[in-house]
């Protein structure tokens, strides 16, 4: 199975932890979404997505240009699989996680399937974000392996 670690990042959390599950998982690649466009997303490739929120629940500007394609472009996304991860901070109540949740959203609008839990960390908590993705990428990958079975 191949995996993709998308992320879209304003100060580089998300890609920190891109990373590190790339390092963890070993067979994956992390992807900026601001090097991707519709086009490139493969039913064949799962799809491990991470989204900082930046500023009043905007996305970041790595994943603005994505989403802006995707609204454009309105590709048909059937057979294309992902499991999202959101980050915020929990402070911010109204727009906690809201970059994660647009882009899940605009995913699934589009037909991309999303499978396992709706990850999340939360900035003000004392939770590391490192550790939280990891785990989080390791329990949907292997909820998503058992499933296939």
Sequence with gaps: MTIDVLYGTESGNAEM?????V???GDARAVDLQDIGPDDLDPTTVYLVLCSTYGDGELPASAQPFVDALHAQQPDLTGVRY???GLGDSSYAESYSLGGNQLAECLDALGAERFGD???HDASSSDDLVASAV???EAV????ATAAA
């Design 23 to 25: 390092a963890a998982l």
């Design 141 to 144: 990958l292997a909820d998503a």
């Design 17 to 21: 932890a891109a990373e590190e599950i």
């Design 118 to 120: 709706f990850g999340r």
């Design 135 to 137: 785990a989080w990428a």
């Design 83 to 85: 499991a999202a991860f």
